[in-house]
């Protein structure tokens, strides 16, 4: 543990669960105090029991889960009732918003608070509801357009914004959503079409590191999205049949998915099967623990090093999809296993089903070598 003083405020570095974590203390008048704080802290996320913390590390302890993403103990969480709309202060808009249906119910509600996070750095705790109009909107939109934030980001932070107003409006709380009223920002700019040859993808994968490449090829031939080859167990797993099947909760699409395996996979997910984990039913672990989008950012730059570092790992999903068609692949066929085959189809054509067949023999289509290198990205993507 260890506790800084920068521009007035304490920071203390700690680790609860074996990751160091940063966290600003408000509040806090001496170093002695934060050694306490960050005391009391340790101790309530390790036995789980928040009732006796002090107010300074209650709020702290609530700033932690909430950049964290942690899904927050009942000890925690703000009560239903909040203040008229005459006193009613941004920090209490997202006590209220994190205990609602809405960020309960959310598939990913990490997004939520990290917008959150944003937001709150920006308007303060303190700010008035009533006063938050368009103008203040529309300065925070610029704030983050000259801190280098991508217009889509922005307009995902004040989607939130918008779905917190919604919910206060729904309550009777606050009367209007000033949301409504500013326009979106045009999200062109984050355009980008990218592809990878072979030769290319072969140096990303020989220069990364060893429990990565399994992951990568992964990726390069299911076109899975990063959450969903994270989250892979092994029960959605069927090698006897080459089949990924991943259920509606754990897909950007709410609907089942099958994936076909590629023969040239098999052999890395029947290693990746072979190191088991008592406490974890991930397929591919770090350390014996399972991997968060955190875990790809050091292995990504290093594959990507002398290539283009503008590259996401996204992009591998577009060269997935290139190759199926410069490969014959059938096109529904590759729009099903990408999860996009309902979204250009007529309803009369959406009852015919693809058998895991069908899948396995197209997916043994698949080939890698269909020309050199193309990334096409716009200046602020």
Not at 83 to 96: Q, R
Request: aromatic share 10%.
């Amino acid at each position: 543990m260890s506790v800084k003083l920068h521009q007035g405020v304490y920071y203390v570095r700690f680790r609860p669960f074996g990751k160091q974590i940063k966290l600003a203390l408000q509040s806090c008048d001496s170093r002695r105090q934060a050694i306490v704080i960050e005391a009391e802290l340790t101790q309530a996320l390790r036995s789980g029991s928040y009732a006796n913390l002090g107010s300074i590390a209650r709020n702290a302890c609530i700033k932690l889960f909430l950049n964290q993403g942690w899904e927050f103990p009942a000890e925690l969480k703000p009560t239903q009732r909040v203040k008229p709309e005459a006193v009613l202060n941004f920090w209490d808009c997202v006590g209220f918003f994190i205990n609602s249906p809405v960020y309960k119910s959310a598939k990913y509600p990490r997004r939520y608070s990290d917008c959150l996070a944003h937001l709150v750095r920006y308007f303060g705790k303190t700010f008035p509801m009533k006063e938050l109009w368009t103008p203040q909107i529309r300065e925070y939109r610029l704030k983050r357009q000259t801190d280098g934030a991508r217009n889509a980001t922005v307009n995902r932070e004040v989607g939130v914004l918008s779905r917190m107003f919604r919910i206060l409006m729904d309550h009777r709380v606050i009367q209007e959503n000033p949301c409504r009223l500013v326009e979106r920002l045009s999200e062109k700019e984050g355009q980008r079409e990218v592809y990878i040859s072979q030769a290319d993808f072969s140096m990303m994968m020989n220069q990364t590191w060893d429990w990565f490449r399994p992951i990568l090829w992964t990726a390069y031939v299911t076109g899975l999205r990063q959450g969903e080859v994270i989250g892979l167990e092994r029960g959605d797993l069927d090698l006897k049949s080459r089949i990924i099947r991943l259920t509606p909760d754990r897909t950007k699409e709410n609907k089942f998915k099958r994936i076909p395996i590629h023969r040239s996979l098999v052999p890395h997910l029947e290693t990746a099967l072979r190191l088991t984990s008592l406490q974890h039913r991930n397929i591919f672990l770090k350390d014996g623990g399972p991997l968060n989008k955190g875990s790809f950012k050091h292995p990504w730059r290093l594959a990507i090093k002398g290539f283009d570092e503008r590259l996401r790992f996204h992009d591998l999903r577009h060269v997935f999809h290139t190759n199926c068609r410069r490969s014959g692949i059938d096109y529904e066929v590759s729009q099903a296993i990408l999860g996009h085959c309902d979204r250009m189809r007529p309803v009369t054509e959406r009852y015919g089903r693809i058998s895991d067949s069908e899948l396995v023999s197209q997916i043994d289509k698949l080939e890698f070598d269909h020309g050199s290198s193309e990334i096409l990205v716009c200046a602020n993507a």
